[in-house]
């Protein structure tokens, strides 16, 4: 059933953008990417617009009018669960119509991936590109099960004890109506809450995908590096044009880093202006109000948060480190005896290598681990708030006086 999970032997021929594979057929069933021709195309229009109505414009304002209306109903720990949730949909619904908008760019990242492809001069590296595109489907598999076992969690937890999953204001009828009602609006909620998990999650997890299949590329490189000059048979000029080849290689990657370059910094930023503050009132949540499956459901939401910025910014160390292994390794190739024009090539090529691919969210933040622990230390800010204040036995003892 999946079968891009698992490396393919080598007599298939697998391309680098297979490993995006999966989150493709993601972007298909939400509605982001029509066919080409037909009447269903027009058909397909209507379905895009569908999810964004829903997840981008409906749950956010909703769940807001709820809190105007039903404020009294909420006890603390309903509306700390909505209230964290409201304030990632609203980054969620910012990231999805950045991705969405900015999707000409991973079409144009797919071709390039292609041409890099050519490069691939022996089996050892088309394995490579078969094991990432095992890890990169696999990955994001990863990522669909957490994202939807959020939501799925969060709906069984809610409707087997009598309430609503999140409570988000509905004009058409009441929910406590009846059964009926009830469990309209319970399956409304999470049909939509669902269109917005599978956009957060491709909007999260491309950048991750992608700089795994560069960072591939990246080793690919590195072996060609290593290579040169090796081979006794070769003349000055053969081991010339195979530097020339590694300096091309070299650029078409920062081509590809500097196409999603826009995407990623828009997106990353947005998440860093929330991560710090999701993260604080969930932890609130699971550790102050929360029954035991309350906490399953927080966890999971917390699980997603984690999801959303630390392995993509764990892998910009990598990244970063890839760079600086680039250019020991050119340094520390077979150069020493080459031809003076060689020689000042390779010169310039490691003076280019020394300058990392650091990806920079909304032009101020560098994306690393640094700054998403830094972004993410305002969670215990708040914490520590809360306990010093004693606010989360003021907010109890308030709820049962009300009650």
């Known amino acids: 059933m999946f079968k891009l999970i698992k490396p ?12 995006s594979d999966y989150m493709y057929r993601g972007m298909t069933l939400i509605g ?17 617009c569908l999810p964004f109505i829903f997840g981008v414009f409906y749950l956010p304002v909703g769940l807001v009018i709820s809190y105007v209306t039903e404020f009294k109903n909420f006890t603390v720990g309903q509306f700390l669960t ?12 910012i990231k999805s119509t950045i991705t969405y908008i900015m999707l000409w760019r991973l079409a144009k990242l797919k071709d390039l991936l292609d ?9 050892g590296d088309k394995q490579k590109i078969h094991n990432m595109v095992a890890r990169c489907n696999s990955v994001y598999l990863f990522y669909c099960f957490v994202y939807s076992g959020y939501v799925t969690s969060t709906f069984f937890t809610a409707v087997c004890t009598g309430k609503i999953p999140w409570n988000v204001f509905n004009p058409l009828w009441d929910w406590r109506a009846g059964p009926l009602s009830f469990w309209v609006q319970s399956i409304f909620e999470f049909f939509s809450m669902s269109c917005v998990a599978l956009q957060d999650q ?5 950048p991750l995908i992608f700089t795994m299949i560069l960072r591939t590329h990246f080793d690919v490189l590195k072996d060609h590096v ?15 044009q195979d530097l020339v080849h590694c300096i091309k290689d070299h650029k078409m990657l920062i081509r590809c880093c500097n196409l999603i370059r826009p995407i990623i910094g828009r997106t990353i930023f947005v998440q860093f202006l929330l991560i710090g503050v999701v993260i604080g009132l ?54 020493s005896d080459a031809e003076p024009r060689y020689k000042s090539t390779l010169i310039i090529f490691i003076h280019h290598l020394q300058q990392p691919i650091v990806f920079i969210a909304g032009g101020i ?23 010093q204040m004693n606010l989360a036995d003021k907010f109890e003892d308030k709820s049962k006086h009300g009650d």
């Open 32 to 48: 982001w990417i029509p066919p080409k021709e037909g009447a269903l195309r027009y058909v397909y229009h209507f379905w895009t």
């Open 282 to 335: 969930t932890l609130i949540n699971m550790f102050f109000f929360s029954d035991l499956w309350g906490f399953v459901a927080s966890f999971m939401h917390l699980s997603t948060v984690l999801l959303q910025t630390f392995p993509f910014c764990y892998t910009c160390n990598l990244l970063i480190e890839d760079c600086d292994d680039l250019a020991n390794a050119i340094f520390q190739s077979n150069w």
């Open 226 to 240: 290593r290579s040169l000059r090796m081979d006794p048979s070769k003349t000055e000029a053969d081991n010339f």
């Open 8 to 19: 393919a032997p080598l007599t298939e021929r697998v391309r680098s953008q297979d490993g």
């Open 115 to 123: 041409r890099m492809d050519e490069r691939l001069l022996n089996d």
């Open 202 to 206: 491709l909007a999260d997890a491309y």
């Open 365 to 387: 933040f560098p994306i690393t681990m640094n700054s998403n622990i830094s972004v993410a230390k305002f969670a215990f800010s708040i914490i520590t708030i809360v306990k």
């Open 82 to 93: 909505s209230l964290q949730v409201a304030i990632n949909l609203y980054g969620a619904s």
